[in-house]
Structures are given as structure tokens and as C-alpha cells.
């Protein structure tokens, strides 16, 4: 009777019932939970902010990886900026020891018109309500 019993038991225990699949099926959304939530945005920040690193020109004002902040003087080449820190004192830098463009200038427009022939309400934005501005309607 025992020896029956104990070979009941040893069948019972094989192979899972629904094989590899089921087994790793949750560790894969795991994985695809953290991809989407967590690395791809991750990555998105990353791009975003390498693109608006590389793009400072001169007239930008930057933090350096100090934390001192200065005004881009000259674009030596793709990988050096010189930056002034200082009223007489401008170093030379790495555009990758940047840390952030705090404001951006606008380039350069090849069609200038002259100061005269601009229109009184030229660049300014019409007022926002405390509502609108609230709830982001212009």
C-alpha cells in the first residue's frame, strides 16, 4: 500500500502543465513594464538633452559642470565651446562637460527688415486670463 502510494505522488509532480511558456510568461511583462515606463522614456530624456547640448551656439547662456554659468563666446569646433565665465576671463570647454543651455538665441534671420517698418504689436503675445492661463487656453 505504501509503495503505491509513493509512486502516485512521483506522477503527480512531473513535467508543469503548461510547459516553458507559462513558466517564463511573467517575467516577460515584467521586463516589458519596466522597458516602456521606465528605460524608454529614460532614453528619450537622454537624446533630447545630448541634441540641446549640441546645439549651442554663440550669444548662449550654459551651465558648465561646475555649476558656474557662462556665455558662449565662440564655437571653436564640434567638440570645444569657448565660453565667457567672467568680464575679461573666457575658457575654453568641452561640450560634453556642459550641463545645461539655460536660454537659447534666436538665429540670425537673413530677412531683417528695418526697426521702421515694424508693426507696434510685433513678437508680443495677446494677455492671458488667469482662467485661460490656468486650464492653457490662449
Known amino acids: 500500500m505504501l509503495i503505491s502510494t509513493a509512486f502516485a505522488q512521483d506522477g503527480a509532480a512531473g513535467a508543469p502543465a503548461g510547459g ?19 528605460i524608454r522614456p529614460q532614453q528619450k530624456r537622454q537624446k533630447e538633452h545630448q541634441a540641446k547640448l549640441g546645439g549651442a551656439r554663440r550669444g548662449d547662456k550654459v551651465v558648465l559642470g561646475g555649476g558656474m554659468m557662462g556665455t ?13 565665465i567672467a568680464e575679461g576671463v573666457e575658457v ?5 562637460t556642459l550641463m545645461d543651455v ?8 537673413d ?21 485661460g492661463s490656468l486650464f492653457g487656453k490662449k
Open 20 to 38: 516553458m511558456l507559462e513558466m517564463f510568461l511573467p517575467l516577460i511583462l515584467i521586463f516589458g513594464v519596466f522597458y516602456f515606463l521606465l
Open 92 to 96: 575654453r570647454v568641452l561640450k560634453s
Open 102 to 109: 539655460v536660454s537659447k538665441t534666436e538665429p540670425a534671420k
Open 111 to 131: 530677412d531683417a527688415k528695418p526697426s521702421g517698418d515694424k508693426p507696434a504689436n510685433d513678437g508680443a503675445e495677446p494677455k492671458k486670463s488667469l482662467i
Open 72 to 84: 558662449v563666446t565662440k564655437v571653436v569646433d564640434d567638440a570645444e565651446l569657448q565660453v565667457k
